[in-house]
């Protein structure tokens, strides 16, 4: 009854802010310490909080969750889930990894008396070890609930792979499972700091990242068809938010160079003499090597059906790109380092730049004395995607004038 009302209440707030608390704090979180502490693996009260769970999902993000986005859904946030963890799959690793966490401490004090071992972990280890398909490792067993909660999950990104029968679903679960497609979802709300999401935006990133339907098929303003998933409207090259979202990406790089004590140039001319093209900018102090660092944004839909079956793995969409930008500025001056900054709309980078922009945040965090800025960083990336993935999807809908 608690957790009805609190996820009733959650409703009064902005998708995001409902969607932060409910993943750290109503939901696995709130019951993680009666998982550990008592045998609760075959209540019945654990299905009931899952529906909980997931009608709430459904109510914040305006989202109808078919059973296999629903297991998708409760995958941590680097499997390509939301983070809001199924209890009835956590309450066996959560109770066996308290109970091997103080087996020797039981050992020590049942020894100097006539009581009985625990029974309820020789009983669950058994379901446990047959649900991996092998028993642990020697003592002494790990404690850490990661150790034990790891081979569900593992079986649960394999349930949800097979049951993915269309090559979109296939494709936007692989890019939900790259690195850093889920860092949108880590960020805290924070409007001063660029960080807060419209609730469209919200929905928008939940559908694109679960597979679900953005809207219904109609034709978009360029007169091309865009299906239930919208992706036409994410690379409709008509659409006025590209230009715009490439403007904020570059931006928030930049930002990041000058705040790091780097001053910029951005749309410096006159570096290439051969075909006079222009980067997206150029630090005018030396980067490496004694060389200033040019880069140049870009991004691409792994969605899009042109790369969807040629590109079949997390991340290789923006590697593709990334290629395709440095053949580009392949004619600059050996006096200048050059680096592809090339995003998938649902967040993955490509490698070089995900060094760079670690690199950068390690910067900052010299002047800051705060350790977090390269993950702060990659979080301004990410919410500024989402934000224009749903613009750009508004964009493709062909609105009437209501004075006709």
């Not at 993943?23 to 709130?30: E, G, H, K, V």
């Not at 983070?83 to 690793?93: C, K, M, Q």
Request: glycine content about 6%.
């Amino acid at each position: 009854a608690d957790l009805r009302r609190a996820v009733e209440r959650l409703s009064l707030l902005g998708a995001q802010d409902a969607l932060v608390l409910l993943r750290a704090s109503f939901s696995a979180p709130r019951v993680q310490h009666l998982m550990r502490c008592s045998p609760s693996v075959d209540h019945p009260a654990l299905s009931e909080f899952d529906r909980i769970l997931r009608s709430a999902i459904c109510k914040i993000t305006n989202c109808d969750l078919s059973e296999n986005q629903w297991l998708q859904a409760g995958l941590p946030i680097r499997d390509g889930g939301l983070g809001i963890r199924r209890v009835s799959s956590l309450a066996l690793p959560a109770f066996l990894a308290s109970a091997a966490g103080s087996l020797s401490l039981q050992d020590a004090i049942l020894a100097q008396a006539d009581t009985k071992p625990d029974s309820y972990f020789a009983l669950y280890l058994p379901r446990w070890e047959a649900a991996v398909g092998g028993p642990p490792p020697d003592r002494p067993l790990s404690g850490k609930q990661s150790f034990w909660d790891r081979p569900g999950v593992l079986s649960d990104i394999a349930t949800v792979e097979s049951n993915l029968s269309t090559e979109h679903g296939k494709v936007s679960f692989l890019a939900a499972s790259a690195p850093h497609s889920g860092d949108w979802l880590l960020s805290l709300p924070i409007t001063a700091c660029g960080l807060r999401l419209e609730d469209d935006a919200v929905c928008t990133a939940v559908a694109l990242r679960l597979g679900v339907s953005l809207c219904v098929p109609h034709i978009c303003h360029c007169g091309a068809q865009v299906d239930a998933f919208g992706v036409h409207g994410l690379i409709c090259k008509h659409a006025a938010g590209r230009i715009s979202r490439h403007q904020a990406i570059n931006d928030v790089i930049a930002r990041a160079f000058v705040t790091a004590d780097i001053p910029v140039s951005k749309e410096p001319t006159g570096l290439s003499i051969k075909d006079n093209k222009r980067p997206d900018g150029l630090t005018l102090l030396p980067w490496r090597e004694g060389k200033p660092l040019a880069w140049d944004v870009t991004v691409i839909c792994p969605l899009a059906q042109s790369y969807a079956t040629k590109y079949p793995t997390p991340g290789a969409a923006a590697e593709l790109a990334a290629s395709r930008k440095s053949d580009k500025y392949a004619n600059l001056p050996n006096s200048y380092l050059f680096e592809p900054i090339a995003l998938e709309n649902l967040g993955a980078i490509n490698e070089s730049a995900t060094s760079l922009i670690s690199e950068l945040g390690r910067k900052i965090s010299v002047k800051s004395n705060d350790s977090r800025e390269s993950i702060f960083l990659f979080q301004r990336l990410s919410v500024t995607l989402q934000r224009f993935n749903s613009i750009l999807l508004r964009e493709s809908f062909v609105v009437e004038d209501p004075n006709k």
